[in-house]
């Protein structure tokens, strides 16, 4: 059974920085195009940045590009979304994702496997 578990989130400060964690179990890591979205309340699920199956591609949403920074580590089946420079308009609920397919997708409907979603606050 895949199971994906964030860590991290918490209450922040404009301009602060936090760094999520997602452990990845039950299937081997490299099984895994893994992506990180995002659920402010009111609103829908977003997108926020992937990774391809080869890590060697990345693609970040425009509203984040330049201050969020995904990373991985194979030995530990993690992936890791660094952010910084946050706003107030960051704040949400932040999800790990994994698509075992490899659609590259940016759509949470390709993504079959979500962690339970960790939240991110930060303040004005």
């Known amino acids: 059974q895949v199971q994906l578990v964030e860590s991290g989130g918490g209450l922040v400060q404009a301009g602060g920085s936090l760094r999520l964690s997602c452990a990845v179990s039950?299937?081997?890591?490299?099984?895994?195009?893994m992506g990180w979205f995002r659920q402010a309340p009111g609103k829908s699920r977003e997108f926020v940045v992937r990774f391809s199956r080869s890590a060697v591609y990345t693609d970040y949403a425009e509203s984040v590009k330049g201050r969020f920074t995904i990373s991985r580590d194979n030995v530990k089946n993690m992936v890791f979304l660094q952010m910084n420079s946050l706003k107030p308009e960051d704040t949400a609920v932040y999800y790990c994702?994994?698509?075992?397919?490899?659609?590259?997708?940016?759509?949470?409907?390709?993504?079959?496997?979500w962690g339970q979603g960790i939240q991110v606050t930060v303040s004005s």
């Open positions: 994702a994994a698509d075992s397919t490899f659609r590259n997708s940016r759509l949470a409907d390709d993504y079959e496997y």
């Open positions: 039950g299937r081997a890591f490299s099984s895994f195009a």
